[in-house]
């Protein structure tokens, strides 16, 4: 079956960095796009990043562009997020994530806490 695992998260000052990853397992991960999401306390969850599944092809939330880069690894079947310059307005859960055959599957998420 489908498994998404994250892990990378923690607490951080703000103008730090994390980088999150997510090993992928019960699909065939190299053509399978993914997707970040996160969620903050008391907000709906939204999207953050997108690879496309060659990893040619990368879309960003507006106010992540520049700080956040996604980036995948076909032969480790594992989807990265390099976060920089982290704000505070990016603490969050954040949340890997596939659409398979019409249906949306995640990860158990990993906390990202931005705080001085």
């Known amino acids: 079956q489908v498994q998404l695992v994250e892990s990378g998260g923690g607490l951080v000052q703000p103008g730090g960095s994390l980088r999150l990853a997510c090993a992928a397992s019960?699909?065939?991960?190299?053509?399978?796009?993914m997707r970040w999401y996160r969620q903050a306390p008391g907000k709906e969850r939204e999207l953050v990043a997108y690879i496309a599944s060659t990893g040619g092809s990368t879309n960003y939330q507006d106010s992540v562009k520049g700080r956040f880069t996604i980036s995948r690894d076909n032969a480790k079947n594992t989807v990265y997020q390099q976060m920089n310059s982290l704000e505070p307005e990016d603490t969050a859960v954040y949340f890997c994530?596939?659409?398979?055959?019409?249906?949306?599957?995640w990860g158990q998420g990993t906390q990202v806490t931005v705080s001085s």
């Open positions: 994530n596939i659409r398979r055959m019409g249906r949306d599957y």
């Open positions: 019960g699909f065939t991960f190299s053509s399978t796009s």
